[in-house]
């Protein structure tokens, strides 16, 4: 009967060292399921924050975009205004309705009759004033005024765009 009792032992150690591992593989479960949850948890948040900041960079991107376009469109209706300011002086000039003026010149103007022209001075008295330029001379210093407008116009639009862009 000795190995009757060795053998109730070895049962015991048996189911004990059974009960262990069964345990043991019980509470690896129980850790695997509390880590996993919070790794879904941690990559849940990530992509929250990924997309917040994708949608962010959207926004900026299609904000960027609007005030661009409408620098442009302030740009090219400014240069359409310049356009038909210019092709109106250009239609006076040719009519001889417009001339520029020298308001310098001392010596005889040969357009005005000899003599410079008297007119009214915004003080009140009369006053040299000046010779009027030809024909050709007006529309060229007239255009190059409305190019160095048209130039101004695009630096300022240059630097639209650069200030929007570093918004």
Request: charged fraction near 25%.
């Amino acid at each position: 009967m000795p190995w009757l009792v060795m053998a109730k032992y070895v049962a015991m150690l048996g189911l004990l060292v059974a009960v262990g591992l069964w345990q043991r593989h019980d509470g690896a479960l129980s850790e695997r399921v509390i880590w996993e949850t919070r790794l879904a948890e941690e990559n849940a948040n990530a992509a929250k924050s990924i997309q917040a900041a994708e949608e962010s960079a959207r926004q900026k991107e299609h904000d960027s975009a609007q005030r661009i376009q409408s620098i442009s469109a302030d740009y090219q209706r400014k240069l359409a205004n310049e356009k038909t300011k210019y092709k109106s002086v250009d239609v006076a000039v040719a009519n001889n309705d417009f001339r520029l003026l020298d308001r310098g010149a001392t010596a005889v103007c040969p357009n005005n009759g000899g003599t410079p022209q008297a007119s009214a001075t915004s003080g009140g008295s009369d006053g040299a004033e000046g010779c009027k330029l030809s024909a050709n001379a007006s529309r060229s210093l007239w255009f190059l005024a409305t190019n160095a407008d048209d130039i101004v116009e695009q630096l300022t639009a240059c630097q639209a765009v650069v200030e929007a862009d570093r918004k």
